[in-house]
């Protein structure tokens, strides 16, 4: 029987691997056909091992007897073959649904179960003689050792960056101010270590502008907050729960009222999820998102294909995408997110701002830093300030140092009987991101150090799309919560030579939803329309605030925040009340017993409205998750593989 399972399985493996449907682009034909004939081989070894024991069963033993001839193995191969193919019709996305994946996961063993039934009535039609079964059996298995003995591809690619073009716009607005927007992913507001400040840049920025002890993210996520901020938009406004969604491009970029207005503008991103492919080099005239690799065949492959494979099937899901790029050298050597990226963004910025500067228009200049961001990789300069000081149990020691994978176990012993090792462990992973926050410093140093030498108007503005989680409510990382660690970003802007901005702190939050309306009342554009406040008014209110995630909301109104869910037909389901001032750890649940001071009405009128909008909110015109999208949540951590 072996032989004929094998022949069915190769014959199939080698016409999957001409047709090459699930491989996303040319090139790697040679990879798709070691990884399916391997693939079929492997499952057609394993499932007739597996019926060999079976045909030993007292009660079931003659059944699979029955099925051991040689005809019956080739149909049972050509079932087995056939399997692959059936799984391309699951959309690429599918699957973050666990019902849906588990579906999938039955529906490889459905075609063998069938393939066992139906073999020796196959066989009464067609049965394959010994002497053919041998010369089909070997096309496959040679194949596989001639594609091995070949080279592979070199997807090595030089960095092209796009330029700005010195050319000034037909329309020139006198007197109006440069316009920079910083924002670094994952920082959060306290920024401290040993009572020192860990980038005193911002400090020294606190001094002559406007300030909050912390402001508010409108997400835990990096797409829906910096939708936010490049929108003005709410969030119950653009619709976005998360990083699985993209805006729609015919979304009220400022870039685009700025653009038309006569500034220049250019991005510099670092995280991949804010791709200009992905929609947010909307009114950008040049947007450099090369600073993080690109996502090119194969990335694709491992993600597209490597599933429609037994490959995938045989190892588990992550070890066999791992497997597959070692195997054929498709991983990156520094990684997508290497030690001391910014240095890179902050150069990108600065050559752009040497464009703005050689001519007379003003310019918008976009910057993003993702240096803090998992996995926590602080660069030389450095590395080791504080993590030396701070040990790893030997539990850790197979996982690299900083990584997600690491974080998620940090996280896993915390919510053990193993939190003092969680405990020490996320010790030393503070100790990393804060040599990474350090690092950033000096880039912002940099920054400031050109807006200032520049002698043009400028206004500036930092601040952070999320927090991180280290420990608070025994978790790690992002987008897990609502809660204030996740929540509280820094928030500061100042002004040069000739920008007022009043040097103030203000006692209340500051909003990400503020920074477009500021930066387009300085560019003296209308902003009315939008939800945020005008932060260059000589008097800022506080007001309220509401973040989201997903279904879950968080509504602040002063000291009093309401978490709650929002549920069909734009109800709500209350799930805490926290007094922020006496309780800024969120350790005391005051909804049972909430004062009338808390306001409870008026935030659950706030969730309840929220609710309502999201139940009438037309979620067609966001775009999904394409599979290169997906690929990077996958890489990232935000879904599982």
């Excluded at 002497?131 to 594609?147: D, G, M, Q, S």
Aim: net charge neutral; charged share 15%; proline share 7%.
């Amino acid at each position: 029987m072996l032989l004929g399972i094998l022949a069915g399985a190769g014959l199939l493996a080698l016409l999957d691997a001409a047709l090459q449907i699930s491989v996303p682009a040319g090139g790697l034909g040679r990879e798709y056909l070691l990884l399916v004939v391997a693939g079929n081989l492997g499952a057609a070894t394993a499932i007739w091992m597996g019926m060999q024991l079976a045909a030993r069963l007292p009660r079931f033993g003659g059944f699979f007897q029955r099925r051991l001839s040689f005809g019956a193995g080739f149909w049972l191969g050509v079932f087995i073959g056939l399997t692959p193919f059936l799984t391309l019709w699951v959309p690429v996305n599918a699957t973050l649904n666990p019902t849906v994946k588990t579906l999938v996961k039955i529906l490889w063993l459905i075609p063998s179960a069938v393939g066992v039934c139906l073999a020796p009535r196959l066989v009464t039609l067609a049965s394959p003689s010994f002497k053919f079964l041998k010369w089909v059996a070997i096309p496959a298995p040679l194949a596989w050792l001639i594609a091995l003995a070949m080279p592979g591809v070199d997807w090595a690619q030089p960095v092209k960056r796009p330029t700005l073009s010195s050319a000034q716009p037909t329309q020139v607005p006198p007197g109006k101010p440069d316009l920079i927007l910083v924002s670094v992913d994952t920082l959060r507001a306290d920024l401290y270590r040993d009572g020192k400040p860990l980038l005193p840049i911002l400090e020294k920025l606190a001094r002559q502008g406007l300030h909050a002890e912390f402001g508010l993210a409108n997400s835990n996520q990096t797409v829906p907050s910096h939708v936010t901020m490049l929108t003005g938009l709410g969030p119950m406004q653009h619709g976005l729960q998360s990083n699985l969604e993209q805006p729609s491009p015919t979304m009220p970029f400022m870039a685009k009222s700025l653009q038309a207005a006569g500034w220049r503008t250019a991005a510099v991103v670092s995280n991949a999820l804010l791709a200009s492919s992905f929609g947010f080099g909307a009114g950008f005239e040049a947007f450099d998102d090369s600073v993080i690799g690109k996502l090119g065949p194969p990335d694709r492959f491992v993600v597209q294909t490597v599933p429609h494979t037994w490959a995938f099937i045989l190892l588990r899901p992550r070890p066999a995408k791992d497997f597959v790029t070692r195997w054929f050298g498709l991983d990156r050597k520094e990684g997508r997110l290497p030690p001391g990226m910014g240095a890179t963004t902050l150069q990108s910025a600065l050559d752009y701002l040497q464009v703005i500067y050689q001519g007379t228009a003003p310019g918008f200049l976009f910057v993003h830093f993702m240096d803090p961001h998992d996995p926590y990789t602080p660069p030389a300069e450095t590395a080791g300030t504080w993590s030396n000081n701070f040990a790893l149990a030997d539990v850790y020691a197979n996982q690299a140092m900083g990584s997600h994978e690491q974080l998620r176990s940090i996280a896993k012993d915390l919510n053990s009987d193993q939190k003092a090792r969680g405990r020490q462990a996320l010790q030393k992973m503070r100790a990393l991101y804060d040599e990474e926050v350090v690092f950033l410093d000096r880039q912002i140093e940099r920054l400031v150090e050109a807006i200032k030498a520049s002698g043009r108007p400028t206004l500036l503005l930092i601040t952070g799309d999320h927090g991180e989680h280290f420990g608070e409510w025994n978790k790690m990382l992002h987008s897990n919560s609502m809660h204030e660690a996740l929540l509280r970003v820094p928030f500061v802007m100042a002004g040069f030579h000739g920008v007022d901005v009043p040097a103030r702190k203000v006692s209340f939050p500051l909003h990400l939803k503020d920074v477009a309306p500021t930066f387009l009342s300085a560019a003296g554009l209308p902003f009315q329309s939008l939800p945020g406040r005008d932060l260059l008014l000589q008097t800022i209110e506080a007001a309220p605030h509401l973040s989201r995630w997903m279904h879950h909301l968080a509504v602040r109104i002063g000291d009093w925040k309401l978490l709650a869910d929002m549920e069909s037909g734009g109800r709500v389901k209350p799930l805490a009340l926290y007094n922020l001032a006496d309780d800024p750890s969120e350790g005391t649940n005051r909804l049972a017993d909430a004062p009338a001071a808390a306001g409870l009405e008026k935030l659950q009128q706030m969730a309840e409205l929220a609710s309502q909008k999201e139940a009438e909110f037309n979620r067609s015109a966001l775009a999904g998750s394409s599979a290169a999208r997906l690929a990077l949540l996958k890489e990232m951590g935000y879904v599982d593989s």
